[in-house]
């Protein structure tokens, strides 16, 4: 079954780069079918949509507004993964983060374990 | 950005009660709706996409109904395992919106 395993630190010092891995297991990263989705949780904000890369005859990557001018998203077809990095965190990026398949019109259905990301020096 | 409100925030339940959470969106998403479980320190668990396809694995005793702007789930006969926090998420439109969560509690 396919299965999503997240790493990287949890605790980035303020203005640094806050960077995690999605490594896939049971799926492709490039598969034509999906697309690989970054999505945070915080109390005081509830979800929120990062960005996602999906690959249909050659990549597309998308990030949200809020954070594109300081997101990167590498898909890694050899490792069959998927990594985050986030620029020049503030507190307000401290939150739990989650890699997240997507198929069909919009479908969540399968979720990284998730990593509790704490921004403080 | 499309708003998605849950009602209640929170309820208290025993096991075999029947309960109903409602979620509105702020505008109409046709059937783009999906529902969520969450336990304490886990990922969410897809449960029920397109307003009412369960997920597989998921148990019968959970459905989805609804339209438009206004949708439902239920419990018809709640479980110990089913206490936790439950969320709908539209897939109208992007960035594909959260409600902020209903919370069940043992009563």
Redesign the interface.
């Known amino acids: 079954q396919v299965q999503l395993q997240q790493s990287g630190p949890g605790l980035v010092k303020p203005s640094q780069t806050l960077s995690l891995t999605c490594a896939i297991s049971g799926d492709s990263v490039s598969t034509k079918s999906a697309s690989w989705n970054w999505i945070r949780q915080s109390p005081s904000r509830g979800f929120e949509w990062l960005g996602k890369a999906y690959y249909r005859s050659k990549w597309y990557i998308e990030y949200a507004p809020s954070v594109k001018s300081r997101m990167t998203l590498k898909p890694d077809t050899s490792k069959n993964q998927l990594s985050l990095q986030l620029d020049s965190v503030t507190d307000e990026d401290t939150a739990v983060y989650y890699c997240v398949r997507l198929i069909g019109e919009g479908v969540l259905d399968i979720w990284g374990q998730g990593t509790l990301v704490t921004v403080s020096s | 950005d499309i708003q998605m409100t849950q009602s209640p925030s929170s309820l208290s339940a025993s096991v075999g009660d029947r309960i109903t959470i409602t979620c509105r969106a702020s505008q109409s998403i046709s059937n783009?709706l999906?529902w969520?479980q969450q336990k304490p320190g886990?990922?969410?668990?897809?449960l029920i996409?397109?307003v009412s396809t369960l997920?597989s694995g998921v148990p019968s005793r959970f459905s989805g109904s609804g339209s438009g702007t206004e949708f439902t789930l239920t419990i018809s006969s709640l479980q110990l395992e089913d206490f936790g926090t439950y969320?709908c998420?539209q897939?109208?439109t992007?960035?594909?919106?959260?409600g902020?969560?209903t919370k069940v509690e043992t009563k």
């Open positions: 783009h999906n969520f886990k990922a969410p668990e897809l996409y397109t997920q969320f998420q897939s109208h992007a960035p594909h919106t959260f902020q969560g």
